[in-house]
């Protein structure tokens, strides 16, 4: 067996204890080994948090609060792009590789790394072709310049050519935190650079769009790189790749891989909807504003992200071996530190908001403020969801992730049309928090219950 699709003994009986062979290292272990990851992903994020800060600084003070608003709508219209259109990958890789490397099946484990990879490459196929039909056949009824569309279409190609899904679900998957935190440490420093590189040379909308297409490259190199010198990934071109084998071998990979990545695209919906509601409702420099407060908020509450990711290999290791005591005790724990983040979060914020958007955009911005406060509530609720969703995932309750992401983004969608009008700008960073709350209870409910099932007991 090649050595790069094996677990190590003491891993293989760690996570024996962690599915039910042991009762009490496996807490520990749990905790050691997340606190391990989350320190390597908060000095990667915690380091992006600050250089994001600066850049976007820079962008807006260079641009104008009017122009950072354009500068915000075509990135976000080709993140939509992206994420629409773009497969995600590394769930599965983590999900289904544990099993396959537990097992010792290395060339099962190759032909799953095979079938993400060209996913990925048919979902990049399709997304280039749609974006080309938009620009082509539906430019005008966007309402997009002729100029505005083709600068949106190059930097959405080249996000869906910088694809990196596999690779970090790879990463994640042995726990190459360390590697992961270096690769996902390229955007920040390289954006900074661009950014900086973009200022000195062509200070302009479309200047500052390449600076940010060269870094996605560059990121996405950085992980394949890793993945293949650090890893040792090169005998799986060795395995033929059978895709009927591949669904044989991975129990409802199709449903998995559907559910994760219409997850996703609820996902975009809830993060994007609202500033294309505050663009076209009221105009560019509401939708800069909205688009400031939320990237001071996403630097704020980066905490919910960190422990997702962190901890999702490990939750879905000992998770089916949750008593239902355990499982209440662990979904209140969850809950009260949603709680807690919004009790020390929104204090902070509302204290030092104001200053930190001034040194943001040069000016005041009342209305950022405002939309600033909405959204770390907003985060803090999603800190319960994020911390739910993989707890649910293994013990395959998938179908309850997706209905409560839809339900979020139909109450955020519903609660952006009522209050968008009454509210302006405010409105939209309202109905985020409503979308992020629905989502968050529906999840906490389907955790009590789960754990008080019968089967919950096995």
């Known amino acids: ?13 760690a996570v024996h204890v962690a599915l039910g062979g042991g009762s009490h290292a496996a807490p520990r272990r749990w905790r050691r080994i997340v606190a391990a990851n989350l320190g390597w992903l908060a000095a990667s994020n915690g380091l992006g948090a600050v250089l994001s800060l600066v850049y976007v600084g820079i962008v807006v003070r260079t641009l104008g609060i009017e122009g950072f608003g354009r500068f915000a709508l075509i990135t976000g219209a080709a993140q939509a792009l992206t994420v629409l259109f773009g497969v995600e990958t590394w769930k599965i890789v983590v999900q289904y590789g544990q099993e396959h ?5 290395a060339p099962a484990m190759a032909r799953l790394i095979h079938a993400a990879v060209r996913m990925e490459i048919v979902g990049v196929a399709l997304g280039i072709a749609s974006a080309l039909a938009v620009v082509a056949l539906g430019r005008e ?11 949106a279409l190059g930097y959405a190609v080249v996000q ?11 990463l994640r998957l042995h726990d190459k935190f360390g590697l992961a935190a270096v690769a996902d440490s390229v955007q920040p420093i390289g954006r900074m650079v661009g950014t900086l590189l973009a200022l000195w040379f062509s200070p302009t909308l479309t200047g500052f769009l390449v600076a940010y297409a060269i870094v996605e490259l560059l990121t996405a190199a950085t992980y394949w790189l890793f993945v ?5 990934l090169a005998p799986t071109a ?3 790749f059978d895709w009927g084998r591949v669904r044989h071998e991975n129990d409802a ?13 609820l996902m975009l919906a809830s993060r994007q909807a609202p500033l294309f509601i505050v663009g076209s409702m009221i105009g560019p420099a509401a939708a800069g504003a909205f688009r400031l407060a939320l990237q001071l908020a996403n630097a704020l509450s980066k905490l919910s992200n960190l422990i997702m990711r962190a901890a999702f290999p490990e939750i879905l290791r000992s998770a089916r071996g949750l008593t239902p005591d355990r499982m209440r005790r662990l979904t209140g724990r969850i809950l009260m530190t949603g709680v807690a983040a919004g009790v020390v979060l929104l204090p902070i914020v509302a204290a030092g908001g104001s200053t930190l958007l001034m040194l943001l955009a040069g000016q005041k911005s009342p209305v950022a403020y405002g939309m600033l406060l909405w959204l770390t509530a907003a985060g803090c609720a999603d800190l319960i969801a994020v911390l739910l969703e993989p707890i649910l995932l293994a013990v395959r309750r998938a179908g309850a992730i997706l209905t409560a992401r839809g339900a979020a983004v139909l109450a955020q969608l519903c609660g952006a049309g009522l209050l968008v009008p009454l509210m302006g700008a405010y409105g939209a960073s309202a109905s985020v928090l409503v979308g992020a709350g629905v989502g968050a209870a529906i999840l906490a409910v389907v955790a009590m219950r789960y754990a008080h099932l019968p089967e919950a007991r096995g």
């Not at 067996?1 to 003994?9: A, E, K, R, V």
């Not at 009824?141 to 600068?151: E, Q, T």
């Not at 990979?253 to 695209?265: A, E, G, H, P």
């Open 160 to 170: 869906l050519l910088a694809m990196r899904s596999t690779p970090t679900g790879l």
């Open 228 to 232: 293949h010198f650090r890893l040792g």
């Open 141 to 151: 009824a966007f309402g997009m310049s002729r100029d505005i569309a083709f600068v």
């Open 238 to 240: 060795a395995w033929r």
């Open 253 to 265: 990979l199709l449903r998995s891989l559907w559910s994760t990545n219409l997850q996703s695209r």
């Open 1 to 13: 067996m090649s050595t790069q699709f094996g677990l190590p003994g003491d891993r293989v009986g």
């Open 101 to 105: 490397e537990l097992r010792g099946d």
